[in-house]
């Protein structure tokens, strides 16, 4: 993600940045909605399973049993349902109404901040990233895309000194392992 929004890396002094809320579920919006349609799926398919107590065994042998006698099509009434559904997974657009589509308990916005925040420096501290851009750099580039600005390849090797964004990554180079070429 903060290689297509460097402006993320910006750690604003503020407990609470809606840019850094937006953005971010932004920036991963298929994958949380991967996510929604993994759990309705999935939901939905317990759901066809009976209310009777059963083992995790026995509900897997039934589901495959039921699903393979329908030729893995769901009753009508549950595809009306399941469209429906989904239809309503491409309405969400923040983490708030994301977490509350999969059943999990919304911390504050000021909390998820934190969170967010917290994140990119583990990510650092445990060398998955690295910070290519200074706060000062990042805080200017917020400031530039939050208000609309676009950059050409000119405009950004002026502001990073001769380089681009996308030269300076955010993400360390690693030799490969097992060798020449091999993993």
């Known amino acids: 993600m903060l290689g297509s929004h460097p402006e993320l890396a910006y750690i604003e002094p503020n407990a609470l940045s809606n840019y850094l809320l937006q953005k971010t579920f932004e920036a991963s919006r298929t994958s949380y909605r991967l996510l929604m349609f993994m759990k309705l799926f999935s939901s939905t398919a317990r759901s066809e399973a009976h209310d009777k107590i059963l083992t995790p065994d026995q509900i897997r042998l039934e589901l495959r049993n039921k699903l393979f006698q329908s030729h893995s099509a769901p ?3 549950v595809s009306i349902s399941i469209a429906r559904k989904i239809r309503q997974i491409h309405t969400i657009n923040n983490f708030s109404d994301f977490l509350m ?4 308990a919304a911390p504050t916005k000021e909390g998820l901040c934190g969170f967010l925040k917290k994140t990119i420096g583990e990510s650092v501290e445990r060398g998955y990233s690295e910070k ?3 706060q000062g750099q990042a805080y200017l580039l917020r400031r530039w895309k939050a208000e609309g600005a676009e950059f050409t390849r000119q405009d950004e090797q ?3 000194g001769g380089s681009t964004v ?3 990554a955010f993400f360390p180079i690693r030799p490969l392992l097992g060798g020449k070429g091999g993993r």
């Open 166 to 168: 996308q030269e300076r």
């Open 132 to 134: 290519p851009l200074s």
């Open 101 to 104: 589509n999969m059943g999990i």
């Open 158 to 160: 002026w502001h990073y």
């Open 75 to 77: 009753s009508p009434s």
